[in-house]
């Protein structure tokens, strides 16, 4: 997965529009109408990031990004829909119905060497040029000029895209060091690409990989929240087991992962059933599913380590996750959700050993979840029945789960004293 580059960066290229295969057709008509104002009033304009990229690998691209040399002010100006957000660098974000959001940048440059204010020197404006090499890969770094329908590139990335390599921008290290988060974006996007790994990017991965324990718990959070429904979660997680960077994200969870290979292989088995049903057009599951997925292997086995101690295992897995030294900050109500659903889970999968279950969970909220994840850890798939355990505790032991006989009364001691007996006729 990882190829060595031994090239130098060149000039910038300029694609004509014969050049390439982007069509303005392919382009959201919201953005359109965002670059085409912005030209009309004498700003120059580009479409950048994952559009660009997307565009040229003949995929649909999820959003569309602007990038220009007009100010946060005097874009606000031209959008009465635009608001503006942000501390360190105001973006606009200009909204359409149905929610959608473009969101417009002007161009700006890496603050300079020795700057004592770093936010204000983020805020620096720039140059095209500028703005393309303060950005992360190169794959995410082209230009698209509406003026012209022309493709420009300064950072090497069509040359990237064409040997479906991701390289990050400048000195690998130093922009690891810079934000550590760099390291998660090159495993999502080899993952998510297909892509290899230039052999520089890859190898800083080795010596800056702790760095990520000391990013923000919330960023990671927000980050990792990104991949997860997004139908390559397997790929990204591989990636992420193979450059052992799990552990610095996920703490005892990921390490765990890691060391245990065979929890690792049942980890990326079932996120990979759950890509391909959403791969396949089924919608994407909550939040509070995908991370009991992810936690599954390792709450699995440390059920079974504890499972001849008595105890209450809810509290069990809270201690545990706590203790666990995770870098992301998981909310306490999506953690608690978490709990009940693989606390759940793992009830189920010892009534599918023994034909006794507790058919009272059905009346907790997480009962559903668990029995979908159910499906997954013992089918292998992904079941739209209303209750998949259900089903299958039905199927292998024969008999109408959850539903109790009802006792049969005499209605000779329907007054409800013991003992009574028919009257003499």
Request: with cysteine.
């Amino acid at each position: 997965m990882v190829r060595k580059m031994s090239r130098q960066r060149h000039e910038s290229v300029v694609l004509k529009r014969s050049d390439h295969r982007i069509s303005r057709k392919d382009i959201d008509p919201d953005a359109l109408k965002v670059l085409y104002r912005l030209y009309r009033k004498g700003h120059t304009a580009y479409l950048v990031g994952g559009a660009v990229r997307d565009l040229l690998l003949g995929r649909k691209p999820k959003d569309f990004d602007v990038v220009t040399d007009a100010r946060p002010g005097q874009i606000k100006k031209l959008f009465a829909n635009c608001f503006l957000i942000g501390r360190r660098f105001r973006l606009a974000h200009i909204r359409f119905r149905g929610g959608k959001i473009i969101e417009v940048a002007t161009f700006r440059r890496e603050p300079e060497e020795g700057s004592d204010a770093l936010p204000e020197g983020n805020n620096t404006f720039g140059t095209p040029r500028e703005d393309a090499f303060r950005r992360d890969l190169t794959i995410n770094a082209l230009f698209y000029d509406i003026s012209n329908f022309t493709l420009i590139d300064y950072v090497g990335g069509l040359d990237d895209l064409e040997h479906r390599r991701v390289c990050i921008i400048g000195e690998p290290e130093t922009r690891y060091r810079e934000d550590p988060v760099r390291i998660w974006r090159v495993i999502r996007h080899a993952g998510r690409q297909g892509f290899t790994i230039e052999e520089r990017t890859a190898d800083a991965i080795d010596s800056c990989r702790e760095l990520l324990a000391t990013c923000s718990g919330a960023r990671l959070f927000e980050e990792l929240n990104k991949d997860l429904t997004s139908g390559y979660t397997a790929d990204i997680f591989s990636l992420g087991l193979r450059f052992r960077i799990l552990h610095a994200i996920l703490g005892g969870v990921g390490e765990h992962l890691e060391r245990s290979p065979r929890d690792g292989e049942q980890c990326l088995k079932l996120l990979g059933f759950l890509d391909a049903a959403v791969r396949n057009g089924h919608a994407p599951p909550s939040q509070e599913f995908m991370f009991s997925l992810l936690f599954f292997p390792w709450a699995h086995n440390l059920f079974q380590a504890r499972e001849q101690q008595n105890g209450d295992r809810i509290q069990l897995l809270t201690e545990a996750i706590l203790a666990s030294g995770m870098t992301i900050t998981l909310p306490k109500a999506l953690r608690s959700q978490v709990i009940q659903t693989l606390f759940i889970l793992e009830h189920m999968l010892a009534a599918a050993r023994t034909g006794r279950m507790r058919w009272a969970l059905k009346k907790r909220g997480r009962y559903q979840d668990a029995s979908r994840l159910f499906a997954l850890v013992v089918m292998g798939q992904w079941s739209e029945k209303h209750d998949p355990f259900e089903a299958y505790f039905r199927e292998i032991f024969k008999t109408d789960a959850g539903k109790k006989r009802r006792r049969r009364v005499s209605r000779y001691s329907r007054s409800g004293k013991k003992g009574s007996t028919p009257p003499t006729p």
